[in-house]
């Protein structure tokens, strides 16, 4: 399964994909915001896109519905990993058809979780 990581900080991205990889994912590309992350998924196979919200350019709630509304994107899975905890937020990014939702910081586990919730148990690193 091939990821990408959208972040504007490069430490978050390192972290998210540490934390890939502590849940036994290998396959990672990265992208600074928004509209670096179209680019990528139009010349890509990516199979799951892990964004955050607040980013400059284009923001995780834009990117959500612009992949939702390209019929060649619209089913690639989105988790939001995000600061973001105000229920209108959720809600929000929920109404734009991210498949779920994790609040920073998390552990490695709870990504894992998340991730399972969407495409269902693939690896379990952690029995």
Do not use: H, Q
């Not at 900080?9 to 396959?27: D, Q, T, Y």
């Not at 992208?31 to 284009?58: Q, R, Y």
Request: proline content about 6%.
């Amino acid at each position: 399964m091939k990821f990408l990581v959208v972040d504007d900080s490069p430490i978050m991205r390192r972290i998210v994909i540490n934390a890939l990889g502590a849940c036994g994912f290998k396959s990672f590309v990265e992208a600074e915001d928004g509209s670096k992350a179209i680019g990528i998924l139009k010349g890509d196979k990516i199979d799951f896109v892990i964004t955050d919200w607040n980013m400059p350019v284009m923001n995780g709630l834009d990117l959500t519905m612009a992949i939702r509304s390209d019929e060649s994107l619209n089913k690639t899975p989105i988790l939001m990993v995000t600061t973001r905890v105000a229920k209108e937020d959720i809600i929000n990014a929920l109404k734009a058809k991210v498949n779920n939702y994790l609040i920073k910081p998390f552990t490695p586990i709870m990504l894992k979780e998340k991730i399972d919730s969407i495409v269902g148990p693939i690896l379990d690193p952690f029995i």
